[in-house]
């Protein structure tokens, strides 16, 4: 009798572990836009998958599209903040603004654009992820990526310099992946 209750326990104990959902992979995403009127933030790679040592290429475009012809931004250093995540090892490499207040003009249909190029810095207790060595980020700030999944997170936040006290805050994300 005793054995059949080990056994029967150890069946009930094996069903409730397989019952357990199990997370679900991130899929990858080369292009995320976001809307908040009257701007779109848009993050886009070229791809959804890049081999090592093939540096991914992806771009943030703001768009204006109100009734103005024209307008001003005033934002920090830049007006984008693209973050990395490794998703597969969970390494965040966060981004860093340092200068003062900037005014950017943008005009109506017309997009602002940047490349994405690798920001961030060595690993600082609190940010978020694993710590990473000097030697991990070094080689990302080359754009060789090891192999794993990435977040490229975008966030803007500014405001408009005709209207005070008026902020916008838009973060598009993208995931790719890296493969030997």
Request: proline content about 4%; glycine content about 8%.
């Amino acid at each position: 009798m005793r054995i059949l209750s080990i056994i029967g326990l150890t069946m009930l104990l094996t069903a409730c572990n397989t019952a357990q959902p199990q997370a679900d992979p991130i899929e990858n995403q080369a292009t995320a836009q976001v809307e908040q009127q009257p701007f779109t933030l848009k993050l886009e790679a070229e791809k959804e998958q890049y081999k090592v040592g093939e540096k991914p290429i992806i771009q943030a475009e703001l768009v204006y599209a109100g009734e103005e012809d024209e307008i001003t931004i005033a934002h920090g250093g830049s007006w984008l903040f693209l973050e990395t995540t490794n998703i597969t090892e969970d390494y965040h490499f966060g981004a860093f603004m340092n200068e003062p207040l900037i005014y950017t003009k943008l005009t109506k249909g017309e997009p602002l654009i940047e490349r994405y190029s690798f920001s961030g810095g060595t690993y600082i207790e609190g940010q978020g992820g694993k710590p990473y060595s000097d030697e991990l980020f070094e080689r990302m700030a080359k754009m060789d990526f090891p192999a794993g999944q990435y977040e490229i997170k975008a966030i803007t936040e500014f405001g408009i310099e005709q209207i005070t006290g008026k902020k916008y805050q838009l973060e598009a994300r993208i995931v790719f992946e890296v493969v030997e």
